[in-house]
């Protein structure tokens, strides 16, 4: 069962729909209240990580509790890549071009896709931002890294709107307009100083051992392309999940 619970989590690092899986067996989780979190680790027996793990993601993180530490900068190598982009039925991602990746403590992940979260998933102090990307990497060894860049109201941001003008009407079909091109540092703020835990996908099936770097910045959109987001998305973030004694570090 490990085995198949850690395949599921790389095809959703790799941006394949849930959705053929799902099909398979008819556990067609979602964000409502029949098939929604709650419901989530009772729908089939690959979930049940959802209901029953000790490191799960988001959580709620408090500044005053997160432990200060000497920590390594993240090492961002992000390059353009042509867009490619679709509307999986539980969020709009982007699945990446290879060849960006972050370097921390000595491994390298390759970014492979990022998607949107309203509001965020990660809460600060008890408050959600407006919205979150989750960058999704993947090192040599399987293992996955997370970098979540928060999301709040202000000025119009120029790669969300190339990105909100290509998603495809049609769900789970992935478009490449010609000729668009986007470049993924562009969703990072200025200072890369962030929060680390050990956590969880945030999606079926939950799988642990999954490294999160929260970044402490927040990324500016507008309200009107948060509002667009709204419109096909308008709540698809997981509740926050309990801490079970995990530490949360601060990088300077």
């Not at 703020?189 to 962030?194: D, G, L």
Request: hydrophobic share 40%; proline share 7%.
């Amino acid at each position: 069962m490990k085995r198949l619970t850690f395949s599921i989590a790389i095809s959703i690092a790799l941006g394949l729909s849930m959705q053929q899986s799902a099909a398979n067996d008819e556990a067609h989780w979602s964000y409502d209240s029949h098939h929604g979190p709650r419901q989530w680790g009772d729908m089939k027996e690959d979930f049940a990580t959802c209901k029953v793990g000790h490191e799960q993601s988001p959580i709620d993180i408090h500044v005053k509790q997160a432990k200060a530490a000497p920590l390594e900068a993240i090492r961002f190598d992000y390059k353009p890549a042509p867009l490619k982009i679709i509307d999986n039925g539980h969020t709009v991602q982007v699945n990446y071009a290879p060849g960006s990746s972050i370097t921390i403590n000595g491994s390298r992940y390759e970014l492979v896709q990022f998607h949107f979260h309203k509001p965020s998933e990660e809460k600060i102090d008890g408050k959600a931002d407006a919205m979150v990307v989750h960058l999704v990497h993947r090192n040599a060894e399987g293992k996955l890294a997370v970098v979540a860049v928060l999301v709040d109201a202000g000025r119009e941001d120029a790669l969300i709107k190339t990105l909100w003008a290509n998603v495809p009407k049609e769900k789970e079909k992935e478009a490449s307009p010609a000729g668009v091109m986007i470049d993924a540092s562009s969703l990072l703020p200025a200072s890369r100083a962030y929060y680390t835990f050990n956590g969880s996908l945030t999606t079926p099936p939950c799988s642990e051992g999954v490294t999160w770097f929260v970044l402490k910045t927040p990324l500016k959109a507008s309200k009107g392309q948060i509002a667009e987001f709204g419109k096909l998305y308008p709540a698809n973030a997981r509740p926050v999940q309990p801490l079970n004694g995990r530490v949360v570090q601060s990088s300077p």
